[in-house]
């Protein structure tokens, strides 16, 4: 049975408006909501029909309306404009992603060894991911005891997991839970996923068996995982070549601090591709860098990351060849990894700790 376009407005508005809510839509909320250009009565009529025709129901004799089973099917098959991924097509698509990612990882290799190599310092390299949210849910109904989630993020990656329940379900069930979550849980980090949030989900799709926490737990794991970046030291072994560390045991205490990676997420961010950082001696914020400098430059890793490349080396250096030398080499990686930009013939803007000024 065809619908009018008027109709098909006012269920997406009460679709929409009950998956945020979880209560029952009135008529001033749907005009409202849809901008439609016609009476109150006008609309409780149109509600009448799509009560009578299946699309939505009405609780109690004074309530709103609520979307059925064969509402949100209307809505997802047309309302939403939303393409369903093959499993061939997400297995496909994680294929190229991880052999994009091992290419990634050796040219950052490359770069820190470049890095060590011309300027003769340990070198550090540092990709770090903006926090990806969830684009799309696609939830894909295999058996009464099986489905697929597979979700879409904004960097573009794409994750999914096959789920075996020791209970059945009916498909109309992955209907109305793909609607809630594109709704209620797309565009959101994953500290947002909250108790009260899965539990009004399930309130809204009349999920009993567990379903909501079972996606939810997915796409948390996901989205924290998303979030991580990566960190690698080259040429160590060059501070033995400099008088400044020709004792073992100060020279054994700064290796041993570059040889743990976690530290160097203390290293600052960059605002802009090309920048430049110098942070000298007591500048540096953890002990074992109070002795040396660290310079640093910002690249565009591409896919919603951003990484520095640097070296630690003693406060005696030629900042001036560093800089310029760590911004040639940033600004290559950009070009390379989809940044855009050309290698610069100089150095871009150099910072030094505590002043935002153009050096």
């Not at 009993?208 to 996901?222: D, K, N, P, R, Y």
């Not at 045991?249 to 040889?259: C, D, G, T």
């Amino acid at each position: 049975m065809q619908i009018s376009d008027r109709k098909k407005k006012i269920l997406q508005a009460v679709v929409e408006e009950y998956i945020e809510t979880a209560e029952p839509v009135g008529s001033k909320t749907i005009q409202h909501k849809a901008g439609l250009d016609c009476s109150p009565a006008t609309i409780r009529n149109e509600l009448a029909d799509l009560c009578s025709s299946g699309y939505l129901e009405q609780p109690h004799t004074s309530a709103g309306r609520v979307p059925t089973a064969k509402g949100y099917r209307l809505y997802v098959n047309e309302l939403m404009r939303q393409q369903k991924l093959s499993v061939e097509e997400t297995e496909a698509i994680n294929a190229s992603l991880s052999a994009k990612a091992e290419e990634l990882d050796q040219l950052i290799s490359d770069a820190g060894h470049m890095a060590s190599l011309v300027t003769n310092y340990p070198a550090v390299s540092i990709t770090s991911q903006t926090p990806a949210t969830i684009k799309r849910f696609d939830l894909i109904y295999i058996d009464p005891n099986t489905f697929i989630i597979v979700l879409l993020l904004t960097n573009d990656t794409v994750k999914n997991k096959l789920v075996h329940l020791p209970f059945s379900f009916e498909e109309s069930m992955m209907t109305r839970l793909s609607a809630v979550f594109n709704a209620s849980f797309t565009g959101i980090t994953e500290d947002k996923i909250s108790p009260v949030l899965i539990s009004s989900s399930e309130r809204a799709v009349g999920d009993t068996m567990g379903l909501c926490s079972v996606i939810a737990g997915f796409a948390i794991e996901i989205l924290s995982t998303a979030k991580s970046g990566g960190a690698l030291v080259t040429g160590e072994a060059n501070l033995l070549k400099l008088p400044e560390f020709k004792d073992p045991e100060k020279a054994h205490r700064l290796m041993n601090y570059l040889s743990d990676t976690s530290n160097l997420s203390i290293l600052p961010s960059l605002t802009q591709d090309g920048d430049v950082k110098v942070l000298i001696g007591p500048e540096n914020v953890a002990e074992e860098l109070k002795d040396s400098s660290v310079v640093l430059a910002s690249y565009n890793a591409g896919d919603n990351m951003k990484g520095l490349i640097g070296v630690v080396g003693p406060t005696r250096m030629d900042y001036s060849s560093v800089a310029a030398k760590l911004s040639y080499i940033a600004a290559s990686l950009s070009k390379l990894l989809g940044g855009g930009g050309s290698p610069p013939p100089g150095f871009g803007k150099l910072m030094i700790k505590g002043d935002d000024n153009d050096g």
